[in-house]
């Protein structure tokens, strides 16, 4: 289909571009990679009356080490997160989920922050920045702020982020014992199920677990009772398959569709939560 008609702008700057996001009262919209924005202006689901296109600005996009963290930019396509040797070497369960996300035109025009504003029930990155601990950085008309990824992430499509708000970057620490198990839709890759544990190991005991779902449910989150059960426990394949056993068993609303009723979808949390942590464990 044809989407309505628009004005296109191109922002040269974060407060370019919010100065123009602000100047269509709440009309126009963000485009960064347009992989989930223009298929919906096709199907006319949105109908913004201008795009304002972030996806030039200079220092939007990058993946650098600041003050002990690892800060992606929003920008900063799928491509890029997969194919970074910093990230490799320091937190190789984020190139590891970018890798499997969609297909390589996808990667090389989709972005972090594009994933994270539209929180598709069944992306990739939400449930890899929960696992991680991330903040989200976000700049508005009333200036900067930062979010928990896991506060960020609110319900269907639904995020902590204003209209008038645009996502500069994700911060995080790095983080080598944590890994990403996904099953994949045939036709477009996005997430059945995917699961991300990121473990802090001392002595080869668990010291805390961060175990988060995608797919499975309305929005990326936390899984507090395998976190819980590995608390304190030797980071082995006995604990992992006791923690992963009870993966899901606190999940509401979970995801039915054509790819998978409830009653697999948990089942295939506890095995997708058992192959994250087995990921985790190894590195
Ligand atoms: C066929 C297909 C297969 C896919 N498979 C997968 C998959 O397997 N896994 C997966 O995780 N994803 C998948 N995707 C999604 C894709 O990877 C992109 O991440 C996603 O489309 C959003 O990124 P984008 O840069 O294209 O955002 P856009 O489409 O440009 O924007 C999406 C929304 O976010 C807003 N936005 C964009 N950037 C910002 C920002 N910095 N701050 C605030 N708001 C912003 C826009 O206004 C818009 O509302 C797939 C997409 C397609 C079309």
């Given at each position: 289909m044809i989407p309505v008609e628009f004005d296109y702008e191109r922002a040269e700057s974060l407060d370019d571009a919010i100065a123009r996001l602000a100047a269509t009262g709440g009309e126009g919209k963000l485009l960064a990679g347009g992989h989930s924005l223009v298929p919906l202006m096709k199907l006319r689901l949105s109908e913004p009356s201008s795009l304002i296109d972030?996806?030039?600005?200079?220092?939007?996009?990058g993946i650098r080490e600041k003050d002990g963290k690892v800060e992606i930019g929003a920008t900063t396509t799928h491509h890029e997160v997969q194919q970074s040797e910093l990230l490799r070497r320091l937190c190789p369960v984020v190139p590891e989920a970018a890798g499997e996300i969609g297909d390589p035109q996808i990667r090389h025009k989709g972005t972090l922050g594009g994933s994270l504003a539209h929180?598709?029930?069944?992306?990739?990155?939400p449930a890899v920045v929960v696992a991680l601990g991330a903040e989200v950085h976000i700049k508005g008309p009333g200036g900067w702020r930062a979010v928990a990824a896991e506060d960020f992430f609110q319900d269907l499509f639904t995020v902590?982020?204003?209209?008038?708000?645009?996502?500069?970057g994700v911060q995080f620490r790095p983080l080598r014992s944590a890994g990403y198990a996904k099953l994949h839709q045939?036709?477009?890759?996005?997430?059945?199920v995917g699961v991300a544990a990121a473990l802090d190991v001392e002595g080869g005991v668990v010291r805390s677990a961060r175990v988060a779902v995608t797919g499975a449910s309305t929005h990326a989150q936390r899984l507090p009772n395998v976190e819980e059960l590995l608390a304190?426990?030797?980071?082995?394949a006995e604990s992992i398959a006791a923690a992963a056993a009870v993966?899901?068993?606190?999940?509401?609303d979970v995801n039915v569709d054509l790819h998978a009723s409830e009653e697999y979808r948990r089942a295939m949390v506890k095995v997708f939560t058992r192959r994250a942590l087995e990921r985790a464990a190894a590195r």
């Open positions: 972030i996806s030039r600005i200079a220092g939007l996009s929180a598709d029930p069944s992306a990739d990155m902590d982020l204003g209209p008038d708000e645009i996502i500069a045939r036709a477009s890759h996005y997430a059945i304190g426990r030797p980071a082995n993966a899901g068993d606190t999940l509401e």
